[in-house]
């Protein structure tokens, strides 16, 4: 067991390295972090900008430095896979970023490789610890809105990305922006205590349409599903209607006994359920739910109990989007995410 700080690296300096280490500060005592690029000048400048205790000139050197515990796979998911078994070969800890794997086979290889090393490996679902999403399990448990029938999650924005984006090559992404985005949604419509059995999804027809900006394509879906309880769901996504807020929205639990209103990131919920109406703010101090996936991730190191965001709850999201993707092709309205290759990223 260590006792002493947990040493964390960064394998990859990109936006997500930055947000993931400004959360980590947070944890206080329990952990140090640093950073490994293959721009050592870029690993040093956020080494010194953001407080780490090391650079390193390659992802290999992290991973094969002794005082190292773990490393957080940063990196475009193409790549995710190489690195994240390289660094269990090494008995290093992982968190690999969220989608984990392009395909399902690279989940079960992932898990196979874990279970030898005898090492955590967490996948950085930073949703499934936001406080919005554990109050909304918290209320559904409880009741206070009756028997749960209709799920409405709702993302709706126009926010396309910039050409040089690498989510826009869904070779790097592992898919397109569902894929590489709305899993994280799926995530927390699936995860509010019932279980997502069947699932179908819907993507407009973008052939006549000129991507935004740098996008490569439109970025919509509509998907439906059905939960083990006999309620129902859909989650609207799309990254190019104009809206009056952008990346505010709200959506809806429904129960037989009343409705549960909520901002879509966490904002707000509001009750109209058995009892008084309640207005609540479920937490900003840790609204996106890093600071309590990193304490899980560390509690989990330190020999606590397993993360609660593992390869196999990760895997069985990624199945989900499977059945969406296949279900698109089966209509003649799409195909399944890219896969890609093996190539070493370092």
């Known amino acids: 067991m260590i006792r002493r ?15 993931h280490a400004r ?13 490994a690029s293959r721009d050592p000048e870029k690993a040093e400048a956020y080494r010194r900008k953001l407080g780490g205790v090391a650079a390193w000139d390659g992802y290999d050197a992290a991973i094969a430095d002794d005082d190292v515990d773990a490393v957080v796979v940063a990196v475009p998911p193409r790549y995710h896979r ?38 955590v490996v967490i996948v950085g679902e930073n949703d499934h610890y936001k406080p919005l999403v554990i109050e909304l399990r918290r209320l ?34 592992g898919g397109d922006a569902f894929f590489e985005e709305g899993i994280h949604w799926l995530h927390v419509a699936g995860s509010l205590g019932h279980r997502i059995t069947r699932i179908t999804g ?6 006549h349409v ?6 490569a394509r439109t970025k919509s879906m509509l998907v439906s599903f059905e939960y083990d309880s006999g309620a129902a769901g859909a989650l609207f ?13 709200r ?6 006994d009343g409705v549960i209103t909520f901002e879509s990131n966490g904002g707000f919920v509001f009750v109209r359920g058995k009892g008084w109406p309640k207005l609540s703010f479920p937490g900003f101090r840790d609204i996106r739910g890093y600071r309590a996936m990193y304490e899980d991730f560390v509690r989990a190191i330190r020999g606590g109990p397993p993360v609660e965001m593992s390869l196999e709850r990760a895997r069985e999201d990624h199945e989900l989007m499977e059945q969406v993707y296949a279900s698109i092709r089966r209509r003649g309205g799409g195909s399944l995410p890219a896969r890609t290759g093996r190539d070493d990223p370092a």
């Not at 960064?10 to 997500?16: E, K, N, R, T, Y």
């Not at 559904?140 to 028997?147: C, Q």
């Not at 996504?237 to 929205?249: C, D, F, H, N, Q």
């Not at 959506?251 to 037989?256: E, H, Q, T, V, W």
């Open 5 to 19: 700080p947990v040493h964390i690296a960064f394998l990859g300096c990109g936006f997500i390295t930055r947000v």
């Open 23 to 35: 959360h980590l500060r947070a944890l206080g005592s329990d952990v140090v972090w640093s950073f």
């Open 82 to 119: 190489e690195l994240t078994l390289r660094a269990l070969a090494a008995g290093k800890h992982v968190l690999v970023e969220k989608p984990a794997f392009p395909a399902l086979a690279d989940y079960d290889a992932v898990i196979a490789a874990r279970d030898a090393a005898e090492r």
């Open 140 to 173: 559904l448990a409880s009741g206070v809105i009756g028997d749960f029938l209709f799920g409405h999650f709702a993302t709706v924005m126009r926010k396309p990305k910039t050409a040089d984006d690498w989510r826009n090559d869904e070779e790097m992404a």
């Open 202 to 207: 819907y993507r407009p027809d973008d052939s």
């Open 210 to 215: 000129d991507p935004l900006e740098g996008d």
């Open 237 to 249: 996504y799309s990254r190019e209607v104009p809206t009056l807020l952008r990346g505010l929205g």
């Open 251 to 256: 959506s809806r639990l429904y129960g037989r």
